[in-house]
């Protein structure tokens, strides 16, 4: 991972909201493109493309390889500190029931609950800053406007 990935992936909430929308992401396209006939290699490939940090584009190559070598998904995916092992478990099991795509389906309706909850918080927590912030610069304007007012009347009353 860059500095910057690794900047937005442990900022408290935010981390939260990129993991959760990057596996959200990969995991509705690879369901996609597997429930269209794709074999599970070309849509690591295109899939890979739609990864917005490098860490998770580094992952889904490392999933491609490990696939191309002969090792299932959800093997590669247990392997990466990306992936939660719950999501790897629920692909384990689309796996063994020969339905991949149906478990990167529910993994993908999960984290979008996921961002949503996370966005939640988010424009909770920055809804009070907004708040402080509109008030400092009210503030700041009418400071800047009774202050010639006071000039004017301290040096009336001085001379």
């Known amino acids: 991972l860059n500095w910057w990935d690794r900047v937005r992936l442990r900022i408290p909430v935010m981390g939260r909201l990129v993991r959760a929308g990057e596996i959200e ?12 006939g794709i074999s599970l290699l070309v849509a690591l490939e295109v899939v890979e493309s ?9 992952a889904i190559k490392g999933f491609g390889n490990a696939v191309a070598e002969g090792f299932r998904l959800s093997e590669a995916m247990r392997k990466n500190p990306l992936f939660s ?4 478990h629920v692909l384990a099991v689309g796996e063994d029931a020969n339905d ?16 949503e909850e996370a ?12 708040v402080i912030a509109v008030g ?20 009336g009353l001085g001379g």
């Open 25 to 36: 992401r990969f995991a509705r396209t690879v369901a996609t493109l597997l429930r269209s």
């Open 100 to 115: 991949p795509a149906a478990a990167l389906e529910k993994i993908a309706d999960s984290q979008r609950r996921e961002v």
């Open 119 to 130: 966005t939640r918080l988010l424009s909770s927590l920055l809804e009070p800053a907004l």
């Open 136 to 155: 400092l610069v009210i503030g700041f304007v009418v400071f800047a406007m009774m202050l010639p007012i006071f000039q004017i009347d301290v040096a």
């Open 50 to 58: 739609t990864a917005t940090t490098r860490g998770f584009k580094q």
């Open 85 to 88: 092992l719950s999501t790897a």
